[in-house]
């Protein structure tokens, strides 16, 4: 996933726990039991009804049996209706099961405790739950027609990771447990369903008239990967394995903007290996997704603020790519492990750029990364600022932050400066090869690292250096951090500018790209008179950019200034998008004067009811609280 968002607070029950020591692999998030029953295989056969905001229909769970005495299977839910449970004898003698529902977790939903009778003591067996799901499921976004491109249909997207998975299937939802699964997906005539999955028989872009979408996914994933999407959806192709699922107004320019996506595939196989899932394809999402992008494997879910016309902000896709190596191949075994998913995931990313828009645009989007993580840093407690974050008695999806993101991947660039990048590529694409479609924790990693690479030359790194990296917060002394000539040439401008040397006409702007712009913008920190913010609009038309990215740096500027001509933009920007990356800052800022807050408070009341539940959780706390 791409998402960048500050911590909350640390919780009571975090302090509460931090005093026994945690159980690598042990998945504090989940209820299930996988030490007595482990999902192989889930077959899902699902209505979707927009009128009522629901799935409906039935889950069907093979399951291997690990404890032969185990009577109960325990599953997580969160907010489902259970209707009804067997045990399938066979297909056609199934046997009704008792099964309770535990107490309601406001984080991690409710166990669902199956009694299973004593013949059903076989290696293997399978269970038929029906159910269906409620309208507040935080997995599930159920957009209304006016909130989408077209303006003429609904939208319903999934969005699992990372423990919402839960909300709209009752199933083990823990990374480590894997499975393959099947579909059979019913929705309104005229609309399409798509999955992280492979549509069984016809072409990717065929409609079926009936609404009827069949699914397979023949390789065994963790729950947080499971997705659907359904929508008025167009495909185009773009490569030979690759192609985009959009809505009408934007699926040509999804199809342009993500066009080199087959080269980025080449690039990730010359280094990584090869691409195990067969098509990669995107789905373009209404702007009310709350994250970048979301890896689901053959179909990454992607963000519409990322078409900006001229590819410039195609890191995202990159990104999503290279997670079908790093996270979906090989995959955190729980949430604490999540910098094997994200800190990889940026460095593959990296590379995968630097081989497709070389060293140049590679260099700024580091250096665009390393500021980000440094304004980050300065907010974090010392605990959250460490690789493997311990997450006990707190909620995932609100420990996303550029810790495991951006200081895993310059751990790796550290190991490269150490021991060369053709070995580095070498010890990852062997890595991936190793622990394929499995889920690993960080120690797992660690021995493997001194097995397979510390040991071929054991005077590259210290052990003390590689302890600093796992457990000590900040950046070490000795990261090797990224530099880019683009930019000082950006801050000499910016410099004479401010200093009135020359005016904004005058700034070097017409060739600047994105990243140097977002850098320029970033850059004007503290106070900025008001005629230099006209001024630059005047000269640049900031406030009406098309492009998402420096439409918030220069909101941001806006609130901190108190710069009113932006001010209807920026109300239109925060109704219309949902990425959190790209709201939270800006109702932070918002929320630091008492006219601000006001000011944030009114946006926040009309937008709210179109946001998604991740994005509303994390925003409640910062526009609502007081
Ligand atoms: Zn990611």
Redesign the pocket.
Known sequence: ???FVAALLLSASFTAHSADSIVSGRDYHSYAEPSAFRVKHLDLDLQASFEEKRLSGVADLTIARIDPLARKLVLDTRDLTIRRIWWMRSATDLVPLRFTIGVRDPMLGAPLAIDLPAEASTPELEVRISYQTRPEASGLQWVAPALTANKTDPFLFTQSQAIHARSWIPLQDSPQVRMTYSATIHVPPGMRAVMSAQSTGDDPGALQPNGIYKFDMPQAIPSYLIALGVGRLEFRTTGPRTGVFAESALVDAAAKEFAETEQMIQASEKLFGPYRWGRYDLLILPPSFPFG?M?NPRLSFITPTVIAGDRSLTALIA??LA?SWS?NLVTNATWRDLWL??GF??FLQGRIMLAVYGKQREDMEEMLDLTTIRKELATLPPSDQVLAIDLRGRDPDDVFTQVP?IKGALFISWLASRFGDAQIDKFLHDYFDKFAFQSITTEDFRSYLEANLLSQKPDAVKAAEIDEWMTAPGLPKYAVLPHSDAFERVDAARLDWLAGKITAVQLPAKDWTTHEWVHFLDALSGKVPTAKLAELDAAFAVTATGNSEIAFSWLRIAIRNDYQPAYPRLESYLTTIGRRKLIKPLYEELMKTPAGAARARAIYAQARPNYHPIATATLDSIVLKR
């Open positions: 996933m791409k998402t992008g890896e990104h999503e997670h996270g998913n994200e995931t940026v993101y």
